[in-house]
């Protein structure tokens, strides 16, 4: 009985030794619940070790596969070739397209008469500063035709001169009526302008043309330039004279070659981009004519006048005896060189030019016109 009683204490405290360790066991966990795997876990990445040279290796996904950076639609799109340089000549039948472009701009240009008439006279200004420098540097090159070489001399007063004149032209912008009587007849006969409007651009060319050159003969005699004893005078007296006795189908046919190789130039200058090409375009021609004595209707509303005043100007210092050429008058000028030389630059650049290409490359000749590059 006795032992009975003793075991039954000791049995309890084994029992409650038990229940406390599994109590204190289970105490960490007690009312806890056990972490359900998320999305987030399943996605988890896991980054190997980096590599030697220190760059990380691309991640390996766990889970869902993850697009790769190299994928199309994620690549930059490729850059496009910038488009090829245009050429720095355009071939013949380019370049008679684009001289009809601007004839056409140009005639255009009818519809604003005070803006044309201010391009022409500043055309006129530089063809005649180009003419003022001509007879400057020809004049000084006497000795060249005392020495049996003239042509050598108007070669030299061709190149320094009048080229020049026609750079300005091109290169700052102006409208000079003879280039346009070839410009302005090809868009007429392709149909891209009308021809009344192309008379009227002519008409108000021709005008602002005169003025111009007036304007720079005035301002030479201003300045002195025409005095007596100047560069100038006495080569400006005596081309006056010379220009106002040809017979009239001598200056008409001068006109016409005279012209037709302006024209010429002012076409090479439209099939070229550069300014380098434009001033070789401008050189050959009109240094050509100018050596070979063609006449060119712009150049002389300078060159006569500016003889006359030199003629006047010589007169008055000598008392009213003359010198530094044969005097000259305005009708001598008009009816002996201005009115035949300007119907025969018509010829040259309407005909010789504008004409024969059309029938070469355009609407004349049938062929569809190319395009102006």
């Given at each position: 009985m006795m032992l009975q009683q003793s075991a039954r204490p000791a049995a309890a405290a084994r029992q409650r030794h038990g229940h406390g360790a599994a109590a204190v066991n289970a105490a960490p966990w007690r009312g806890r619940r056990s972490p359900a795997p998320s999305c987030a876990a399943a996605l988890t990445t896991v980054a190997p070790p980096a590599h030697s040279d220190g760059d990380a290796a691309a991640p390996a996904a766990v889970g869902l596969p993850v697009p790769a950076l190299t994928s199309p639609a994620l690549a930059p799109a490729a850059a496009a070739p910038p488009p090829p340089p245009p050429p720095a000549l355009l071939p013949p039948?380019?370049?008679?397209?684009?001289?009809?472009?601007?004839?056409?701009?140009?005639?255009?240009?009818?519809?604003?008469?005070?803006?044309?008439?201010?391009?022409?006279?500043?055309?006129g200004?530089?063809?005649?500063?180009?003419?003022?420098?001509?007879?400057?540097?020809?004049?000084?090159?006497?000795?060249?035709?005392?020495?049996?070489?003239?042509?050598?001399?108007?070669?030299?007063?061709?190149?320094?001169?009048?080229p020049t004149g026609l750079i300005l032209v091109l290169a700052c912008g102006g409208e000079l009526v003879t280039g346009n009587l070839a410009l302005c007849t090809a868009a007429a006969l392709e149909g891209r302008a009308r021809w009344a409007q192309v008379a009227k651009a002519w008409?108000?060319?021709?005008?602002?043309?005169?003025?111009?050159?007036?304007?720079?003969?005035?301002?030479?005699?201003?300045?002195?330039?025409?005095?007596?004893?100047a560069a100038a005078a006495a080569p400006a007296a005596a081309a006056a004279s010379a220009k106002c006795s040809l017979p009239a189908a001598h200056a008409f046919f001068r006109g016409v070659l005279a012209n037709w190789l302006v024209c010429l130039a002012v076409w090479m200058a439209a099939a070229v981009r550069d300014l380098p090409g434009k001033c070789l375009a401008a050189l050959l021609p009109v240094s050509a004519f100018v050596a070979m004595g063609a006449e060119h209707s712009v150049a002389n509303?300078?060159?006569?006048?500016?003889?006359?005043?030199?003629?006047?100007?010589?007169?008055?210092?000598?008392?009213?005896?003359?010198?530094?050429?044969?005097?000259?008058?305005?009708?001598?000028?008009?009816?002996?060189?201005?009115?035949?030389?300007?119907?025969?630059?018509?010829?040259g650049g309407a005909v010789c030019v504008a004409l024969a290409y059309s029938a070469a490359f355009g609407a004349v000749g049938g062929a569809p016109l190319a395009r102006a590059g």
């Open positions: 039948p380019a370049a008679y397209a684009a001289a009809v472009d601007a004839g056409a701009a140009k005639a255009a240009l009818a519809a604003h008469a005070p803006r044309l008439l201010l391009l022409s006279a500043m055309a200004a530089y063809i005649g500063a180009g003419a003022l420098l001509s007879l400057t540097v020809g004049g000084g090159c006497g000795g060249l035709a005392a020495a049996g070489a003239p042509g050598l001399q108007k070669l030299v007063a061709g190149v320094v001169g009048l008409a108000i060319a021709y005008a602002g043309n005169v003025l111009g050159a007036l304007a720079v003969v005035a301002v030479a005699a201003g300045a002195g330039l025409l005095d007596p004893g509303v300078f060159i006569v006048p500016a003889g006359m005043a030199a003629s006047s100007l010589a007169a008055a210092a000598t008392g009213g005896g003359g010198g530094g050429g044969s005097a000259v008058g305005v009708a001598d000028f008009l009816l002996g060189n201005l009115i035949p030389v300007t119907l025969g630059n018509a010829v």
